[in-house]
């Protein structure tokens, strides 16, 4: 009869530790939703994103006209000096109209 006491105690034993464990594991994984809960996200560029960016930036920054270029037409046109090629033109007209 001790015996079977024994079986029957170890079994218990056994039982429990085993409730225990899953009481500590349920701790474990509240302290875990807990702490990613208080976390913040964050987010990290490659160089090359980087580079992206900086370049998108400094194109929408500029004008895209070249005004010393401007410029030097401007005055060639109203001092008379600048000359067209009407036969440049009219390839580049040709040129242009092909695509």
Known sequence: MS????IKSSGQSTV????????DSRDVKSENV???EARTDTVSLTNTA?????????IAD????????VDAL??????G????????????????EQF
């Open 3 to 6: 015996e079977i006491n024994n």
């Open 81 to 96: 000096s600048y000359q067209v090629d009407a036969t440049e033109l009219a390839q580049n007209i040709i040129n242009f």
């Open 62 to 69: 500029s004008s895209g006209v070249n005004q010393a270029r």
């Open 34 to 36: 807990q702490t990613n």
């Open 16 to 23: 429990e530790a085993t409730r225990n464990n899953t009481r």
């Open 50 to 58: 980087t580079d992206l960016q900086t370049l998108q930036q400094t």
């Open 74 to 79: 401007r005055s060639a046109v109203e001092d």
